[in-house]
């Protein structure tokens, strides 16, 4: 997942600050999602992932899916013509928006230890929603860079 966020930000880098801030966020949730996972199988109880970290990994996810919904997709619905072909991929971003929803739902207010065994099953159910969802945000990434090179071979001809 790293690797492909790096070439998302060596392609689409620069092009805005928004993207870019987005794209940092995604690498820094990746990051934490690994940490929790790496967890998974702790050799003792002091390497059970902490609370305020689950904690933080939900608002971060959370914020995350929230600047692409209403900041990078705005932007990128404005900039794109064919909104048809860019609506359906946020048509296809609902089903990761909702599990994701439904795990902050569920995990942002972990209070008790017990709860870890049922969170760390369900890691690997955001591991799968986030790879889906990646793959898809690239694509409206991809329209949007299209668009853009589109407009400049139509002012430069």
Same mark, same amino acid.
């Given at each position: 997942?790293?690797?492909?966020?790096?070439?998302?930000?060596?392609? *689409?880098g620069? =092009?805005?600050?928004?993207?870019?801030? *987005?794209? &940092?966020?995604?690498?820094?949730?990746?990051?934490? #999602?690994?940490?929790? $996972?790496?967890?998974?199988?702790?050799? %003792?109880?002091?390497?059970?992932?902490?609370?305020?970290?689950?904690?933080?990994?939900?608002?971060?996810?959370?914020?995350?899916?929230?600047?692409?919904?209403f900041?990078?997709? /705005?932007?990128?619905?404005?900039d794109?013509?064919?909104?048809?072909?860019? @609506?359906?991929?946020?048509?296809?971003? =609902?089903?990761?928006?909702?599990?994701?929803? /439904?795990?902050? /739902?569920?995990?942002?207010?972990?209070?008790?230890? %017990?709860?870890?065994?049922?969170?760390?099953?369900?890691?690997? $159910?955001?591991?799968?929603?986030l790879? +889906?969802?990646?793959? $898809?945000? /690239?694509?409206?990434? &991809?329209?949007? #860079?299209? @668009?853009? $090179?589109?407009?400049? =071979?139509? =002012? +430069?001809?």
């Amino acid at each position: 997942m790293l690797t492909r966020v790096a070439q998302a930000q060596q392609r *689409w880098g620069g =092009a805005s600050q928004v993207i870019d801030n *987005w794209l &940092a966020a995604r690498s820094q949730l990746i990051v934490e #999602y690994c940490q929790l $996972v790496g967890q998974k199988q702790p050799k %003792s109880a002091q390497k059970l992932p902490q609370i305020e970290q689950i904690q933080h990994f939900c608002h971060h996810l959370v914020d995350y899916v929230s600047t692409g919904h209403f900041g990078v997709f /705005d932007q990128i619905i404005e900039d794109c013509q064919d909104y048809r072909r860019v @609506h359906g991929y946020i048509h296809q971003l =609902a089903p990761t928006t909702e599990t994701i929803v /439904d795990f902050y /739902d569920q995990y942002v207010e972990i209070s008790d230890l %017990s709860e870890l065994n049922e969170f760390i099953d369900t890691l690997g $159910v955001i591991g799968e929603s986030l790879e +889906n969802r990646f793959t $898809v945000e /690239d694509k409206l990434l &991809a329209e949007l #860079y299209q @668009h853009v $090179v589109d407009e400049k =071979a139509q =002012a +430069n001809p």
